[in-house]
């Protein structure tokens, strides 16, 4: 990665980095607005199913936001990228995998 930090002036890399910040929280607050509106507006009779993915699915996409923009890997190579996210994928399936286990054995516990 290069850098072109070397050509600007303090103030010029501080101005940059407040840009990004003000950047980044805009995007999240945006994604947050989104999920409010479906908490909200969500109809009393439809499946609450396709709620919890969009929830899961929007926090997910925030958490690579903020990995991406705030530990810098949003600047690294493809492959590195890969092996950092990648993992996510099994916090996908561990969740889904408790909700299912949690809702059989609650099931289980109401028919007993």
């Not at 929830?55 to 600047?75: N, R």
């Amino acid at each position: 990665m290069a850098h072109h930090d070397a050509t600007l002036s303090p103030e010029e890399i501080k101005k940059a980095k407040m840009k990004t910040v003000i950047k980044v929280t805009a995007i999240l607050a945006a994604v947050t607005i989104i999920e409010f509106i479906f908490a909200f507006a969500w109809p009393d009779g439809s499946s609450r199913f396709i709620l919890n993915i969009l929830f899961v699915g929007m926090t997910l996409l925030k958490a690579g936001y903020i990995i991406m923009e705030f530990m810098h890997l949003g600047h690294e190579v493809g492959p590195l990228k890969f092996v950092v996210l990648f993992p996510m994928l099994f916090l996908v399936w561990l969740l889904v995998a408790l909700f299912q286990e949690g809702g059989a054995i609650l099931d289980a516990i109401q028919n007993w």
